[in-house]
């Protein structure tokens, strides 16, 4: 079986300093992954939020605005999206499409 590789960012929210602030992992996917799959990369992780972004693909015409599924899960099951949790999707995203 071969490896599938995921980019990741850990991403420290609510501070300019890193291993500050609130600790997130994010990961960009390129397709949908299963419940079972996402909450075993969550628990490697193992720290307070993981979170992944996937491209929402449909066979409308493609708009220079991409559109993303947001999932969160702790180390021990998926939570709800909140303001808080989209702080870290924004620091990434940001810090990363430079």
């Known amino acids: 079986m071969g490896k599938n590789f995921v980019k990741y960012f850990v991403v420290d929210a609510f ?3 890193a291993f ?12 949908e992954k299963d419940e079972k799959w996402l909450q075993a990369v969550a628990a490697e992780f193992n720290i307070s939020q993981t979170g992944y972004l996937t491209p929402i693909t449909t066979d409308v015409a493609v708009t220079s605005n991409p559109r993303f599924r947001l999932r969160w899960f702790t180390p021990v ?18 810090s990363t499409s430079k």
Do not use: I, R, Y
């Open 20 to 31: 500050k602030g609130n600790p997130a992992a994010v990961c960009f996917l390129e397709s």
């Open 15 to 17: 501070t300019d300093s």
């Open 77 to 94: 099951a998926e939570v709800n999206t909140s303001f808080f949790l989209l702080v870290f999707f924004k620091k990434t995203v940001f």
